[in-house]
């Protein structure tokens, strides 16, 4: 099973950057996806999920209206898509898999805003 971010990197307050997540090793349609992201010295926060099929998708407050996930099955891939980045999105961005009690998770891709 393997799970691999790219897209990170270092942008100015008011970039935008796309990350992806390439999965592969797993039935890809069948779980739950979600982007998580972690800052120094605070805790993993929830950024972004869509559901198997793509239907549904949810965000943390502090990304609405910017951020959008999304996922192509045919491809094993999820993105999210950030807009308006600000200096506080800056973290380790990384993807996750969910399908009840099982999950994946990817090594994560460092996002910094900053001027």
């Known amino acids: 099973v393997q799970l691999v971010e790219s897209g990170g990197g270092l942008v100015q307050p008011g970039e935008s950057l796309r990350l992806s997540c390439a999965a592969s090793?797993?039935?890809?349609?069948?779980?739950?996806m979600n982007w998580y992201r972690q800052a120094p010295r605070k805790e993993r926060e929830l950024v972004a999920s869509?559901?198997?099929?793509?239907?549904?998708?949810n965000y943390a407050d502090s990304v609405k209206g910017r951020f959008t996930i999304s996922r192509d099955n045919a491809k094993n891939t999820v993105y999210l898509q950030m807009n308006s980045l600000k200096p506080e999105d800056t973290a380790v961005y990384r993807c996750?898999?969910?399908?009840?009690?099982?999950?994946?998770w990817g090594q994560g891709t460092q996002v910094t805003v900053s001027s």
């Open positions: 869509i559901s198997t099929g793509g239907r549904t998708t």
């Open positions: 090793g797993f039935t890809f349609s069948s779980y739950t």
């Open positions: 996750n898999a969910q399908r009840g009690s099982r999950g994946y």
